[in-house]
Every structure is written in structure tokens, then in C-alpha cells.
T-cell receptor
Framework: QKEVEQNSGPLSVPEGAIASLNCTYS??????FFWYRQYSGKSPELIMS????GDKEDGRFTAQLNKASQYVSLLIRDSQPSDSATYLC????????????FGAGTRLFVKA | DVKVTQSSRYLVKRTGEKVFLECVQD?????MFWYRQDPGLGLRLIYF???????EKGDIPEGYSVSREKKERFSLILESASTNQTSMYLC??????????FGPGTRLTVT
């Protein structure tokens, strides 16, 4: 079992729809959770961080964390073609030194 | 804004060559990282450093070494490049609560 798992996709949504990206993690002591966006040929860019259970909203993006289910998600409202990218989930734990594990990413296509 | 720069965007080297990849940050961040990214495998940590002259192995350190003589500069060294080291190499710094910020990446091809 991978430490951080994401559906590789591609996930295809029409413009204006809500895109829902999901991530599960295996280590219960994980403390910090991140979503990165990566355009083709570019480096990852941090778009959201979340540290406690519940929802965190930033513009069109909402991160959701459920530590009991070991699940973190990213919702993108009013999806735009410019949102088409690979989204990486990352999880950090701090036991005997911190470690960040990245998922392999979900490819999102937003159709105009 | 955090700024991380890498010495080259694209690099082509021959098998057996010694390769240096450089990463420079413009702030006083202590923690710096080197990753490689391959399709289907995601980001894998090669080495990280939490201070000048300090380094720790990541998950895949074999065939690589690092150097951090100054706080702003973290170098990745491929002692003898091999074709299986063809990859995208990404440098990152840590800020805030474990947030990582990446440089533009170096796409290395070893022929």
C-alpha cells in the first residue's frame, strides 16, 4: 500500500463544474496536508495547506480533511480550462524528524 | 515571495560524466530538498539539508551526493551519470509549517 494514494485520472469535467480530487494516506500520525498544482513541464506550486479536520476555503478552492478516515480532498468550484493540470497531494508527519510524502498526482482536464 | 532558482532548465550529459545541479534560494531558509520526478512514480526525495554542511539521505540517495557550503546554495552531484538517472530534478525549500516551495526544475537526459 502506498503511503499517499491518489487516482491518477485523468479526471475530466466541463467548464463551470466542480472538480473533486481525492487523496488517502496510510500513516495516522500525519499532521500536515497540502495540495500542489503542476502544469505540464513546470514545477509543483503550493495551492492549499490544511492542518485540522474540516474545510478550508481559499477563493475557488476548498480543502477538506478527515483524519479519522485518513482522507483529504480538494474541491475546485467553477472549474476553468486554466485549472487543467496535475494535482499532487502531500502529507507530512513529524515523528522522529519530519517527512513529507507526495502522491503521484491526479490529472485534471477542464473542457471548455 | 519565496524564490528558488536552479542552474539549468535542460541538461544533456553522457554516461559516466560527473554532473552538478545547483539550487539557490534568496531567503534564509534552513531546510532544502532535492527530489526527482518520474512518470507514475511521483516525487521521490533524494537528499535534504537542514543547515550548512548538514545533510540527510532521503529515500533514493544511491548514485547521488550533495553539498551545502553556504546556506543559500544546495548542490546535487551525480558522481557518474547513468541512463537511469534521466529525470526531472526539483529543488525545494521549506517555509511556514512544512510548506515546500519548488524551483523551476532541471530536466536531465543522460545518453
Amino acid at each position: 500500500q502506498k503511503e499517499v494514494e491518489q487516482n491518477s485520472g485523468p479526471l475530466s469535467v466541463p467548464e463551470g463544474a466542480i472538480a473533486s480530487l481525492n487523496c488517502t494516506y496510510s500513516d495516522r500520525v500525519s499532521q500536515s496536508f497540502f495540495w500542489y498544482r503542476q502544469y505540464s513541464g513546470k514545477s509543483p506550486e503550493l495551492i492549499m495547506s490544511i492542518y485540522s479536520n474540516g474545510d478550508k476555503e481559499d477563493g475557488r478552492f476548498t480543502a477538506q480533511l478527515n483524519k479519522a478516515s485518513q482522507y483529504v480532498s480538494l474541491l475546485i468550484r467553477d472549474s476553468q480550462p486554466s485549472d487543467s493540470a496535475t494535482y499532487l497531494c502531500a502529507v507530512t508527519r513529524n515523528t522522529g524528524g519530519f517527512k513529507t510524502i507526495f502522491g503521484a498526482g491526479t490529472r485534471l482536464f477542464v473542457k471548455a | 515571495d519565496v524564490k528558488v532558482t536552479q542552474s539549468s532548465r535542460y541538461l544533456v550529459k553522457r554516461t559516466g560524466e560527473k554532473v552538478f545541479l545547483e539550487c539557490v534560494q534568496d531567503m534564509d531558509h534552513e531546510n532544502m530538498f532535492w527530489y526527482r520526478q518520474d512518470p507514475g512514480l511521483g516525487l521521490r526525495l533524494i537528499y535534504f539539508s537542514y543547515d550548512v554542511k548538514m545533510k540527510e539521505k532521503g529515500d533514493i540517495p544511491e548514485g547521488y551526493s550533495v553539498s551545502r557550503e553556504k546556506k543559500e546554495r544546495f548542490s546535487l552531484i551525480l558522481e557518474s551519470a547513468s541512463t537511469n538517472q534521466t529525470s526531472m530534478y526539483l529543488c525545494a525549500i521549506q517555509d511556514g509549517i512544512y510548506e515546500q516551495y519548488f524551483g523551476p526544475g532541471t530536466r536531465l537526459t543522460v545518453t
